[in-house]
C-alpha cells in the first residue's frame, strides 16, 4: 500500500515563495507518475501539476500557476516537490500529492487516474 506524506505548507504573503514535498512509502516510486492536486474551501479539486516517472520533461502544469510553480521529483529519496513562486491570494488552499499505480507512457492530468492521496497540506496566502 503506498503512503503519501506531504508537507512545507503554510502562511505566507502574496508574492513568495513556498516548497511542499510529498515522501512515498510502500510502492515503485521510480516508475510513478506523481502529481499535486488542490482544493480550495468552497471549490472542487482540481490539476496543480503532474509529471510522468520519466522526470520533469514529462510535467505538465494548469494554465493558473504555468510559470509560477515547478513540479520536480528524486526517486532516490521517493520525493515528489511542487516550487511555487509568486503566490497568489488564490493559490490558497488545501494541497494534496497523489501518486498514479500505473506506469503510464503519458503523463496524467485526471484526478480519476491517481489511485493514491496523502492527507494534504494547507497554504495560506495573505493579500
Known amino acids: 500500500q503506498v503512503q503519501l506524506e506531504e508537507s512545507g505548507g503554510g502562511l505566507v504573503q502574496a508574492g513568495g515563495s513556498l516548497r511542499l514535498s510529498c515522501i512515498s512509502s510502500?510502492?515503485?516510486?521510480?516508475?510513478?507518475?506523481m502529481g499535486w492536486f488542490r482544493q480550495a474551501a468552497g471549490k472542487e479539486r482540481e490539476i496543480v501539476a503532474t509529471?510522468?516517472?520519466?522526470?520533469?520533461?514529462?510535467?505538465f502544469y494548469a494554465d493558473s500557476v504555468k510559470g509560477r510553480f515547478t513540479i520536480s521529483r528524486d526517486n532516490a529519496k521517493n520525493t515528489v516537490y511542487l516550487q511555487m513562486n509568486a503566490l497568489k491570494s488564490e493559490d490558497t488552499a488545501v494541497y494534496y500529492c497523489?501518486?498514479?499505480?500505473?506506469?503510464?507512457?503519458?503523463?496524467?492530468?485526471?484526478?480519476?487516474?491517481?489511485?493514491?492521496w496523502g492527507q494534504g497540506t494547507l497554504v495560506t496566502v495573505s493579500s
Open positions: 509529471i510522468g516517472w520519466r522526470g520533469s520533461t514529462t510535467a
Open positions: 497523489a501518486a498514479d499505480r500505473e506506469s503510464r507512457y503519458y503523463t496524467p492530468i485526471k484526478i480519476s487516474e491517481f489511485e493514491y
Open positions: 510502500g510502492g515503485t516510486f521510480s516508475t510513478s507518475p
